[in-house]
């Protein structure tokens, strides 16, 4: 019986380390939009709404911030390597769509 616990115990111990060490791997993505469709208004805020937000499309700190060559970028840290995200005009009404006005899947980014 003991050597059953010691063995379940040093599995918990060798587990429980692989999980922090995930936890603790950080990775950070810059995202840059060059181009939007015209029919955004020149004073849009972009959003990036993803699981880092909980999908609210909306977040302050999840708002692009505009360059002086009029792109809008953003860099975010994350612990997973692969990210799911959209942009947003600040609600789901104003997401990115494809170029036939039909919704558009999740964007997916995979760290490399």
């Known amino acids: 019986m003991l050597r059953y616990f010691l ?3 040093s599995l918990f111990l060798i587990l429980n380390q692989d999980l922090n060490a995930q936890d603790s791997t950080k990775y950070s993505t810059k995202f840059i939009i060059s ?3 015209k ?3 020149h004073d849009a805020s972009i959003f990036l709404a993803s699981e880092l937000s909980s999908w609210y499309p909306d977040i302050q700190n999840h708002r692009l911030e505009r360059d002086d060559k009029g792109q809008f970028w953003i860099e975010v840290e994350h612990n997973k390597d692969t990210l ?3 942009f947003t005009r600040g609600g789901w009404e104003a997401v990115e769509g494809r170029v036939n006005g039909r919704a558009r899947t999740n964007r997916i980014h995979i760290q490399k």
Do not use: I, M, N
């Open 35 to 37: 181009h939007l469709p």
């Open 84 to 86: 799911e995200y959209k």
């Open 7 to 9: 063995c379940v115990t």
């Open 39 to 41: 029919s955004t208004p």
